[in-house]
């Protein structure tokens, strides 16, 4: 959510290929001195959507249009259009007879044509200067936050079935944000001048290189904007892509694709190839080309290719990076001191919001016993008031879940919740698939903090509750670290300033993104740069200064301007 402050105008760049082809330059006798634009920035505003408002106009009309009609979506390589036999279709979570678009799978032929054609282009992409690329991701962002904001939003609430809101924050503001803080980022990275001691003597400088070979983006479904920076983050830093969008996430992916090319992002650079998982992962990694995977999704997908790179180690040119961000079983920790309606609150919109389908969504609580009444009484008053139904109705605070599969492992937890002796379920508890993959908010209280439902992820809109005695707060407060693998977000609430500063350090490890007093949700690009450690991922915090040098192989470069004409050192002739 960042815009660009300009003193002076932004310049779009050329024609695609003249961007690449006008600009393949050699070192030369000197170093050119690298000169960027200046700007500043800051988080793009979120809109609000009010009543008869400009934007929820527009907002209306682009859904209405996005809904008309099944659209189109190629495989698209090198610039070009390709379909298969094998086709396949987004719908609606909320209404999955509603077909949004349609929509092919990459074979392994075309996968590898994709990679030859990313392997081709990267050197040349890589020779564009920054100040030109970072002109074409101004234009981008501003593309998004302007003539394509509606359309982003449109196809995120239709095929992802956020609400107003939700894709808000994500299609527009976090996607924006990643376009625009990431070129900051680079501009600010290539500020740095190793020293030069004498530069009438020598002069040392560092040049920032994309990688030789090409990225796979692995993004997921339940962010917009993560499938913008998967892709388009690694092609910033000089990199050739190749993209493999969610099923469910491909409309709205499809749009950024498209704006990102009306910007100038010459074609080959990122290449659009949806594709069968597991067809695509035995063909990337079979690859000597591969340079690294950028990825957001299951840690079993994770590890699966993990392991094929492992196998595969002696093949590569590089060794790949890997870059994964794989979910959590985030939590709120609740200490008597805390403050019970900003727990309630906080806890019914991170939990609950989007379906907690969030990365960063709250599925487990601690609470003492003596809040639990009052605790208990406002979680339920809230869960009931909230508002389930299709996210084209304005007063929805969620929706349906993103499809079938996700339908069925949500409800087998609120299944065996209500078979398990251990768990009681005071909230919700109940769904359908008729329609559209709906399941009400549901909130269960388990005698066992150790409890399955207690430490594997689910995904869903299900929070469950351990309550404690107080005399056990220091033994509860090590279960949070110790009884699950993840360690993504986590939030403490208290008034108690020692207690604070005494969780701040026994949950140390338990999460990559740590809240006091606040929602384990909600991660601000350049505010809360996001991830987590352990089987959480790999931590390269997204949306950081630090993310955009995981992608890229910096050269370092020390240029001697007089020559150098004796072998002997000063003392060997005293």
């Avoid at 279709?89 to 349609?102: R, S, T």
């Avoid at 680079?186 to 190793?194: A, I």
């Avoid at 479904?221 to 996430?249: E, H, R």
């Amino acid at each position: 959510m960042l815009r660009l402050l300009r003193s002076t105008p932004a310049r779009c760049s050329g024609q695609q290929q003249s961007v690449i082809q006008s600009h393949v330059r050699g070192l030369g006798s000197a170093i050119p001195e690298l000169k960027l634009k200046d700007f500043s920035v800051e988080n793009e505003p979120i809109l609000s959507y009010c009543k008869d408002s400009p934007e929820r106009k527009a907002l209306q009309q682009a859904l209405k249009d996005t809904a008309s009609h099944c659209e189109e979506i190629p495989i698209v390589i090198g610039g070009k259009e390709f379909k298969t036999s094998d086709v396949r279709h987004q719908v609606m979570p909320h209404d999955h007879a509603h077909k949004l678009a349609q929509f092919y799978y990459a074979d392994k032929k075309l996968l590898q044509q994709a990679i030859k054609t990313a392997v081709e282009t990267q050197p040349k992409w890589d020779r564009v200067p920054l100040a030109e690329r970072l002109n074409i991701w101004e234009k981008a962002a501003d593309l998004m936050a302007t003539k394509y904001r509606q359309e982003l939003n449109s196809a995120t609430m239709l095929g992802q079935s956020k609400t107003v809101i939700q894709a808000e924050i994500d299609a527009a503001a976090e996607l924006i944000d990643f376009i625009r803080l990431n070129a900051y980022f680079l501009k600010e990275v290539s500020k740095y001048r190793p020293i030069s001691e004498d530069i009438k003597v020598t002069k040392n400088s560092m040049r920032y290189r994309g990688i030789d070979g090409f990225i796979a983006a692995v993004s997921p479904f339940n962010f917009t904007a993560i499938g913008g920076n998967l892709s388009y983050t690694p092609a910033l830093m000089g990199n050739a892509v190749l993209w493999k969008p969610s099923d469910t996430a491909m409309l709205s992916n499809w749009r950024i694709f498209n704006i990102m090319r009306e910007a100038g992002v010459p074609d080959g650079v990122v290449n659009f190839v949806p594709a069968d998982g597991p067809v695509f992962g035995d063909t990337i990694t079979a690859s000597p080309h591969l340079a690294g995977i950028n990825f957001t999704g299951s840690v079993p997908t994770f590890n699966r290719l993990w392991k094929q790179v492992g196998n595969n180690i002696d093949n590569y040119i590089n060794f790949p990076r890997l870059i994964g961000e794989c979910g959590g079983k985030n939590f709120h920790f609740v200490h008597k001191s805390a403050d019970v309606q900003s727990v309630v609150t906080s806890t019914i919109r991170s939990a609950f919001e989007y379906c907690g389908q969030k990365c960063s969504a709250c599925s487990r609580m601690y609470v003492p016993e003596s809040l639990w009444p009052e605790i208990k009484a406002g979680l339920q008053c809230e869960a009931e008031k909230l508002k389930i139904g299709d996210v084209q109705d304005i007063s929805s605070f969620t929706s349906a879940v993103i499809d079938d599969k996700a339908f069925k492992r949500i409800t087998s937890y609120i299944e065996q919740a209500k078979k398990s002796p251990n768990l009681e379920i005071i909230a919700g508890g109940t769904y359908s698939d008729s329609k559209g993959y709906f399941v009400n908010p549901t909130i269960v209280v388990s005698k066992d903090p150790k409890d399955r439902i207690m430490v594997e992820e689910i995904f869903g809109p299900v929070l469950t509750i351990y309550v404690y005695k107080e005399a056990d707060l220091a033994e509860t407060m090590k279960l949070v670290h110790t009884s699950t693998k993840f360690a993504l977000t986590g939030a403490i609430f208290g008034q108690d300033e020692n207690w604070v500063q005494t969780a701040l350090e026994e949950f140390k490890w338990a999460a990559g993104n740590f809240y006091i007093n606040d929602k384990s949700t909600g991660s601000v690009v350049g505010q809360q740069p996001f991830g987590g450690g352990r089987m959480s991922g790999t931590n390269d915090k997204a949306g950081g200064p630090h993310y955009i040098l995981r992608w890229t192989s910096p050269q370092s470069i020390k240029e001697t301007f007089v020559p150098l004409r004796d072998v002997n050192y000063p003392y060997m002739s005293e």
